[in-house]
T-cell receptor
Framework: EAGVVQSPRYKIIEKKQPVAFWCNPI?????LYWYRQNLGQGPELLIR????????DSQLPKDRFSAERLKGVDSTLKIQPAELGDSAVYLC??????????????FGSGTRLTVV | AQTVTQSQPEMSVQEAETVTLSCTYD???????LFWYKQPPSRQMILVIR??????QNATENRFSVNFQKAAKSFSLKISDSQLGDAAMYFC???????????????FGSGTQLTVLP
């Protein structure tokens, strides 16, 4: 069974440019999470999806960040325009349902974003 | 207030020896779960071990075990017979509700970087 797949692995962009990250969760996992991990810190939740609905986006900086999960499967996280402080690893995770936090998530390998 | 605290930014252990990583957490709940995740240089977060708070018995997975002290809100990870492949960043995690009425999300500590010396 394929795990959570993310692309690209690395991305280097100039500030003020747009960037997008893609995530394909484990088949059948209804709940999808995007986390941001700054260097030397633990991951912090940006947004959680239940199927195609964003049910918790309170931590997402909505002035420049957006996300979508069309058809409740793949998801895209976008930043426009990027700022130097957005340099981080962006992790995607999935779980079978909303109670996934009690059982642990499956994570992808993340996208390392560098904004120069 | 920080929910999950890992007070050891870095730890090292000699190969084949035992090391303990510390974690404390804050909650008012009585029934919950706790996790340790491992993040090697590949960046993928890998679930190491899970503890159910209502179980008094400490969880064990091969060389990995926990010392769960519910009253003290302490959840340490013990790695026995350390191997070079254990070198990674280790995160303690707790499911916390971000906002009132929301489903819980995994909230992570700041991590402990473990080095295994040959």
């Amino acid at each position: 069974e394929a795990g959570v797949v993310q692309s690209p692995r690395y991305k280097i962009i100039e500030k003020k440019q747009p960037v997008a990250f893609w995530c394909n969760p484990i088949s059948g996992h209804n709940t999808l999470y995007w986390y941001r991990q700054n260097l030397g810190q633990g991951p912090e939740l940006l947004i959680r999806y239940e199927n195609e609905e964003a049910v918790d986006d309170s931590q997402l900086p909505k002035d420049r960040f957006s996300a979508e999960r069309l058809k409740g499967v793949d998801s895209t996280l976008k930043i426009q325009p990027a700022e130097l402080g957005d340099s981080a690893v962006y992790l995607c995770a999935s779980s079978p349902g909303a109670g996934g936090a009690d059982y642990g998530y499956t994570f992808g390998s993340g996208t390392r974003l560098t904004v120069v | 207030a920080q929910t999950v605290t890992q007070s050891q930014p870095e730890m090292s252990v000699q190969e084949a020896e035992t090391v303990t990583l510390s974690c404390t957490y804050d909650t008012s709940e009585s029934d919950y779960y706790l996790f340790w995740y491992k993040q090697p240089p590949s960046r993928q977060m890998i679930l190491v071990i899970r503890q159910e708070a209502y179980k008094q018995q400490n969880a064990t997975e091969n060389r990995f075990s926990v010392n769960f002290q519910k009253a003290a809100k302490s959840f340490s990870l013990k790695i026995s017979d350390s191997q070079l492949g254990d070198a990674a960043m280790y995160f303690c995690a707790y499911p916390k509700g971000i906002s009132s009425g929301s489903a819980r999300q995994l909230t992570f500590g700041s991590g402990t970087q473990l080095t295994v010396l040959p």
